[in-house]
């Protein structure tokens, strides 16, 4: 039964003639029957086609993967960038932002020169009639 069994199995698969051949040669020698049957006529054994690697996916050269990043940031035994401490006078910089919204610069717009007034005395009612009679 089993090799009735066997024989409508390998014909109802797509097996080749060898294969078909390397299973019942065990099978009548009373071996296990193989896991792997070459699908092609070879004393070596399985084989020797080689099996392509793919490529390598390239990068564009300004890219860093994110593993070298880290490597990077942990290798990395220089002090943090402090900016040296200046002297912030918050009075001085809201008076400055002030005149940036009143004159929309930071300097206030120079002031146009007036001409300069010329004064004439105000005569009385009584210097005027003098000078008529004059």
């Given at each position: 039964e089993t090799a009735d069994?066997?024989?409508t199995m390998m014909?109802?698969?797509k097996l080749t003639n060898f294969q078909q051949r390397v299973l019942k040669d065990t099978m009548t020698d009373g071996q296990a029957l193989p896991t792997?049957?070459?699908?092609?006529?070879?004393?070596d054994g399985p084989s020797t086609k080689t099996k392509k690697k793919p490529k390598a996916v390239q990068r564009p050269s300004g890219l860093?993967?994110?593993?070298?990043?880290?490597?990077?940031?942990?290798?990395d035994d220089t002090e943090p960038f402090k900016p040296a401490p200046n002297k912030y006078n918050c009075e001085v910089e809201k008076e400055?932002?002030?005149?940036?919204?009143?004159?929309?610069?930071d300097q206030p717009l120079p002031r146009p020169k007036l001409p300069p007034v010329v004064y004439k005395p105000r005569l009385d009612r009584f210097d005027e009639i003098l000078a008529e009679i004059d």
């Open positions: 069994l066997l024989k014909g109802e698969s792997r049957v070459n699908p092609h006529h070879s004393k860093k993967s994110l593993h070298a990043i880290e490597l990077e940031i942990a290798c400055r932002l002030t005149k940036i919204l009143r004159f929309g610069t």
